[in-house]
């Protein structure tokens, strides 16, 4: 008989119209770290949701053992007080407090009527050295960069003695740096016994870390391996149910030699001053992919984003598309001139999620949408159609609002939107982030495809292997600056990281 | 070839979806029904007489227009204080250059309008392009635009004013000039109708079945039909009540038809996103403030002509049932959703409410609970309904 921390038997799960769980059966171990592997929609959230208390008991068929006891918990309170501690992707801090008082927030020290300020800051200190994060525990959580405020959020769990932690999707926003420091805090605390579930999108760190895998594939339970038994193109036949035959539809195609974008003595300093872009020269070919890879806080962001008119801040340098020297104010001018820019956060910065898909998808191409000052609605739903169709966007219909649709659909909608444009340049902000694989797939393909019609594309990624497998040039970038370019073939993971960390090599 | 905007096979039997989205307009219906057959109950029919009904579109005409100018800015996630003092503010200077000036009253019509037009730059300007919080701009404006009044009129009532003037709100669009605009509103709905069909066939767009479009033109042409009849057995249709309903076509236009209003929306639902798609959020901004600002000024004429009088007291606290009448036709205080027509029914049963009552003869601090109490239902049924 082994020793189980956790087992969720026969789990079924019904939303109207949908079986989102279909006799699960789930099962981890005392002390391990134990991936759940699955596409967007085979239903990991929702697992965890009826784990979690989220869904109470009775909402759901089957039993949950927690340490050989039958639990039934009504709420998430019951489900911490017994142990079991989720952190989401999308982080529930409080940025205006500092990291003492996020850290202690549900905590006794907080309830106490009168609360000990010196206690709660040596209390958090303690936690922020046993985890490993150098930082003051008097500093606002928003001002942190979000791999140290995931960090925290474990951090958290923690102090209210989690023995289960479960992790979704912890490191879609880290850089490969934080990565490192997360995955490190795991295996610590997996040396002193915690068990942690670790849902992700990222096979190599679930290869990396996990000790055991357990996939899902359309609400039913798909398998559990030891790590050993697996490889990482097993574990994707498994999640989608067919062999992908390759990750990335890379196909060499021929560059033509002329710039569309090209960025000379470019330089940024943000809006309260801070130099975040140095004297940084590149540019982009007709019909090439330009990866630009680096550390988070390298300035990528902050580079294109100004670029794009999009930062508040001033730049200076000259900046040509197709050869004609431009001044970009706003991003309206840059989409004149041809720039369209897909964010890195596409809820916050690429949709309006009230809106439905088609005025989503024409908001930044209304212009061509119009006659006589005047909206002509049928050729809207015609342009919006047509283009999300290519996109093989899945939606119940046109109306649909673009905050229900799935990830992968919500970034072909934005796709969609700056294609209306027909830009001569199109920027990819960690363009498949909190995206399945099999709609990664066809968002590569999209882009192969509009390079091949001679768009040049900027790919900027934190995902090493994103950034190998699709760029035909490689440049890479460390506080403010281009420390090295790399063409396709002589790229690797190695040589990117070392510029990454600011040695320079090339 | 086929290139439907079907985004997947299963749209075209979803196609009854377009009724269920309506949902927030049946409740609106259901509750003005609701009100007029109890109303209609207590006060033996007197309610739905023609004459009351012709009052009734008459006394919430002022709160109508200003409910128009709201939506737009509360879609566009900001909120507007000062106007029930910008309408003070504006109807008094129109009665002081008709009254002490002898203006024309055409052009203190104009001048209403432009003054409260400008007042809507200067507190656009604050808001879009000094970033200072419309809730605090339009305080600020608030207590400006009645000290303003007060300073000009000397704190005193200016009256009386002459015929053209007060025929603005005092007049009746008589019986055969009535049927005509009603039947060419009728026809011109007709026409949009099919016109559209043709178009979205030629683009090879899915159609929503004849009855459906056509239904809808019966029910709206019946209901113009049946008030213009019911008006027309009174004086006619009360001027003010058609000026709401040319101002209301306006803006229902603007807001679905032409880029401002859709930026509008966009900017009250994600002003990042809004921005980094090339929307001039100031600028749009400060349109939105503007139109505010002049159909406060058309609002203001109203009310002055009604009242045959401007008084440093008028407008009071209107701005609270303008912003009540959005909110109850379905307008999210969040920013980025809400119908100009909500808000126009919104307006109609906050006036309802008041008329009803009165005739019940109840008294008048029964009208303020009630009318607070169903500000919070409207409120509380919209957002128990999107779970």
Avoid at chain 1, 455 to 474: T, Y
């Amino acid at each position: 008989m082994e020793n189980y921390a956790l087992q969720m038997r026969a789990i079924t799960k019904e939303f109207p119209g949908v079986r989102a769980l279909d006799n699960v059966t789930f099962s981890v171990r005392k002390g391990e770290i134990h991936a759940l592997c699955g596409e967007n929609g085979a239903g990991k959230s929702t697992l965890m949701k009826v784990l979690s208390g989220v869904y109470p008991h009775g909402s759901y068929d089957g039993d949950i053992i927690i340490s050989n006891k039958n639990v039934a918990f009504k709420s998430i309170k019951e489900s911490q007080n017994a142990g079991v501690g989720i952190i989401y992707q999308e982080l529930a801090l409080v940025e205006e407090m500092s990291v003492a008082e996020n850290l202690f927030l549900s905590h006794d020290l907080m309830r106490a009527k009168i609360i000990d300020w010196n206690k709660i800051y040596a209390e958090a200190q303690k936690w922020l050295d046993h985890i490993g994060l150098d930082v003051d525990p008097q500093t606002k959580v928003g001002q942190l960069t979000v791999g140290k405020q995931q960090i925290i959020e474990i951090a958290k769990a923690l102090t209210q003695k989690t023995e289960i932690l479960i992790l979704d999707e912890p490191t879609a926003a880290l850089t490969e740096s934080d990565v490192d420091i997360l995955m490190k805090l795991l295996h610590d605390l997996r040396a002193e016994g915690v068990t942690c579930i670790y849902i992700s999108h990222k096979l190599n760190e679930v290869m990396a870390l996990a000790d055991s895998v357990t996939i899902l594939r359309d609400g039913q339970t798909i398998s559990t391996d030891k790590i050993a038994d697996l490889t990482e193109e097993l574990i994707i036949t498994k999640m989608v149910g067919r062999e992908l035959t390759e990750l990335f539809p890379y196909e060499a195609r021929p560059i033509s030699s002329e710039n569309i974008l090209e960025v000379k003595n470019y330089s940024v300093t943000d809006h309260v001053g801070k130099k975040v872009i140095v004297d940084t020269s590149f540019a982009v070919k007709k019909g090439e992919i330009l990866g630009f890879s680096g550390l988070m806080g390298a300035g990528r962001t902050e580079l294109f984003m100004s670029l794009f008119g999009g930062l508040k801040g001033n730049h200076t340098g000259s900046v040509l598309i197709d050869g004609k020297e431009t001044n970009i104010k706003s991003p309206a001018d840059a989409i004149r001139e041809g720039l369209a820019y897909v964010s890195e956060d596409r809820k916050r910065y690429g949709l309006v999620l009230g809106m439905d898909i088609t005025k989503n998808t024409t908001l930044a191409a209304l212009n061509k949408m119009m006659k006589l000052k005047v909206i002509d609605n049928a050729l809207e739903v015609k342009t919006a159609g047509d283009i999300t169709y290519k996109m093989n966007l899945k939606a119940p219909n046109l109306e649909a609002l673009v905050g229900q649709l799935s990830g992968g659909n919500q970034q072909k909608v934005v796709l969609s939107k700056w294609l209306l444009n027909d830009p001569k340049v199109l920027i990819l902000d960690e363009p498949t982030r909190g995206i399945d694989v099999g709609a990664k797939y066809e968002i590569y393909k999209i882009i192969n495809e509009l390079a091949n019609q001679g768009v040049g594309i900027v790919i900027v990624s934190s995902e090493l292997p994103e950034v190998l497998g699709m760029s035909d040039r490689i440049i890479v970038m460390a506080e403010g600056k281009i420390t090295g370019e790399f063409q396709r073939a002589e790229a690797t993971q190695e040589k990117i990281m070392t510029c990454a960390t600011g040695g320079k090599n090339s | 070839m086929k290139t439907q905007p079907t985004v997947n096979p299963e749209t075209k039997e979803k196609r009854g979806l377009s009724f269920k989205l309506d949902m927030q307009a049946y409740t609106l219906i259901i509750a003005l029904v609701l009100i007029a057959v109890i109303f209609g109950f207590f006060t033996g029919g007197e309610f739905l007489s023609s004459r009351n009904i012709s009052n009734l579109f008459s006394q919430m005409s002022v709160i109508a227009v200003l409910a128009i100018g709201m939506t737009l800015v509360i879609v566009a996630g900001h909120i507007d204080l000062s106007i029930g003092s910008l309408v003070g503010l504006t109807g008094g200077v129109a009665a002081i250059l008709h009254v002490w000036y002898e203006w024309n009253t055409f052009t203190v019509v104009i001048a209403a309008i432009v003054v409260g037009a400008l007042f809507g730059v200067w507190q656009g300007w604050w808001v879009a392009y000094r970033a200072v919080p419309a809730f605090i701009v339009t305080l600020g404006g608030m207590l400006i635009f009645r000290g303003i009044l007060i300073g000009l009129s000397k704190g005193q009532t200016i009256a009386p004013l002459n015929d053209s003037f007060k025929a603005i709100s005092n007049s009746y669009f008589p019986f055969t000039l009535g049927y005509i605009l009603a039947l060419a509103s009728i026809g011109m709905l007709i026409f949009w109708t099919v016109w559209n069909r043709s178009k979205r066939k030629s683009l090879e767009l899915l159609l929503p079945a004849p009855v459906i479009d056509y239904g809808k033109v019966g029910v709206y042409s019946f209901f113009i039909l049946l008030a213009t009849y019911m008006l027309n057995r009174y004086q006619g249709i009360p001027t003010p009540i058609l000026l709401v309903v040319f101002l209301a076509a306006i803006f229902i236009f603007i807001s679905n038809k032409t880029s401002f209003g859709r930026y509008v929306y966009a900017i009250g639902g994600n002003p990042e996103a809004a921005a980094l798609s090339g929307i001039n959020i100031k600028r749009n901004t400060l349109w939105v403030f503007i139109s505010m600002g002049a159909l406060s000024g058309v609002a203001g004429v109203i009310l002055t002509s009604r009242l045959n009088a401007a008084t440093v007291n008028a407008g009071n606290m209107y701005e609270l049932d303008a912003i009540a009448a959005c909110v109850i036709g379905g307008t999210s205080l969040m920013g980025g959703k809400g119908k100009v027509v909500g808000a126009l029914i919104g307006a109609l049963i906050m006036a309802s409410i008041d008329n009803g009552m009165s005739m019940m003869n109840i008294e008048t601090f029964w009208q303020y609970i009630v009318k607070g109490l169903i500000l919070i239902i409207a409120v509380w049924i919209d957002i128990a309904s999107k779970k």
